[in-house]
Every structure is written in structure tokens, then in C-alpha cells.
């Protein structure tokens, strides 16, 4: 069964500092990697999706890898904002979503 | 962007009533939609799949009884939670995918937070 972990689970920054959240899966039989974001009590957003095939993607301040044979993946966020706080959700796609629990970051004005 | 709804955003009940979350899809027709549940600091687990005009798959562990999901039309799903228990209290959260678009990513409805008393 298709494990994915993520590590830090919290992550505390000053703001305007580059940071790097780290998401590893067992499987690398799977069609997509996906990054999400949760606010407390809510929904998810979709932030990033990278098809197997693709090395990365990048969305204004974020940028994101896949290494499908390591089953690694990194999300980079740039000059982090305290409006980043939030916490983010890595998700691999196979014959159905596995998430990850997630890194809680809190960006700090 | 597609757009899922999910209602209601909130729920509080008391132990033994039956609850009913619906999940729709707004500009898009979805055959199979999907159901999770996330407990408190815990990450989304999936539940049942939906498939509209058919049975819903259930996950292990899931109660299929307990847990009834009707996927009637090409936009919306439904989640009944009988008899439900302070234990069901979660985080509920649907979404769905677009017709024809096997492997392309889902969209989440903004999730139910469901309190058993």
C-alpha cells in the first residue's frame, strides 16, 4: 500500500525566508503528484500538479519537483509571506489519492 | 475553475440522528466522486468512491451501513451518516472529477465539520 510521508510536520520561518517542504512516497507506480494547501477548517487548494512524466512545475512563488524513481518531491516556496501560513498537503495519485499528514508552516511578520 | 460545493460547511447533532452531507459539482458533470474523512492533526482518508448510477466502493474498514452515499446524478453525491456517534465527529470532504478526464486532478468541496454531541 502506497505510504507518503512528510517531513518537517511543523515548520516555523521569519518572513521573506526561502523555504523547502519535503514529501517522499513508497510506490513510484503513480500517474501525478499534487500539492494542496488547508487553512484551519477548511477545504484544500489545489497549488501544483505534476503529471509523472514532468520533472516540476512552477506557480508564481512556488515550485515544485518530482523525482518519481526516489519517490521524492520538494515544494519550494520563495520569500515566504505570513499569508503562506497554513498547511500544506502532498498527494499521490495511483488508482486513488494517498495524502501525506502534512507540514503545518507558520510564517512569522 | 471547477467548482465543488459541499453542503452543509458545519453540522452539530446529537448521538443517535442521522446526518446527510451533499456534494455537488456546479460547472462540470462528474461520474465518480469521492469521499474523505481527516481526523483532528491527521490527513485525509478516503472513504468511498462514488460512482453515479451504481454502488459506491467502500474502503476497508469503512461501514458501508453506516456511511450511505447516493450518487444519483451527474452532479451530486450525497453522504449519510446513520445513527451517527461522537466518534463520527471529523472532517468531511468530497470531490470530484470531470467526465472523461481519467487521470487529471480532482477538485475538493470546502469540506463538512460534523460535532456528535
Known amino acids: 500500500k502506497q505510504e507518503v510521508t512528510q517531513i518537517p510536520a511543523a515548520l516555523s520561518v521569519p518572513e521573506g525566508e526561502n523555504l523547502v517542504l519535503n514529501c517522499s512516497f513508497t510506490?513510484?507506480?503513480?500517474?501525478?503528484l499534487q500539492w494542496f494547501r488547508q487553512d484551519p477548517g477548511k477545504g484544500l487548494t489545489s497549488l501544483l500538479l505534476?503529471?509523472?512524466?514532468?520533472r516540476e512545475q512552477t506557480s508564481g512563488r512556488l515550485n515544485a519537483s518530482l523525482d518519481k524513481s526516489s519517490g521524492r518531491s520538494t515544494l519550494y516556496i520563495a520569500a515566504s509571506q505570513p499569508g503562506d501560513s497554513a498547511t500544506y498537503l502532498c498527494a499521490v495519485y495511483g488508482n486513488q489519492f494517498y495524502f501525506g499528514t502534512g507540514t503545518s508552516l507558520t510564517v512569522i511578520p | 475553475g471547477a467548482v465543488v460545493s459541499q453542503h452543509p460547511s458545519w453540522v452539530i447533532c446529537k448521538s443517535g440522528t442521522s446526518v446527510k452531507i451533499e456534494c455537488r459539482s456546479l460547472d462540470f458533470q462528474a461520474t465518480t466522486m469521492f469521499w474523505y474523512r481527516q481526523f483532528p492533526k491527521q490527513s485525509l482518508m478516503l472513504m468511498a468512491t462514488s460512482n453515479e448510477g451504481s454502488k459506491a466502493t467502500y474502503e476497508q474498514g469503512v461501514e458501508k451501513d453506516k456511511f450511505l452515499i447516493n450518487h444519483a446524478s451527474l452532479t451530486l453525491s450525497t453522504l449519510t451518516v446513520t445513527s451517527a456517534h461522537p466518534e463520527d465527529s471529523s472532517f468531511y470532504i468530497c470531490s470530484a472529477r470531470e467526465m472523461d478526464r481519467g487521470n487529471q486532478p480532482q477538485h475538493f468541496g470546502d469540506g463538512t465539520r460534523l460535532s456528535i454531541l
Open positions: 505534476i503529471q509523472s512524466s514532468q
Open positions: 510506490d513510484s507506480a503513480i500517474y501525478n
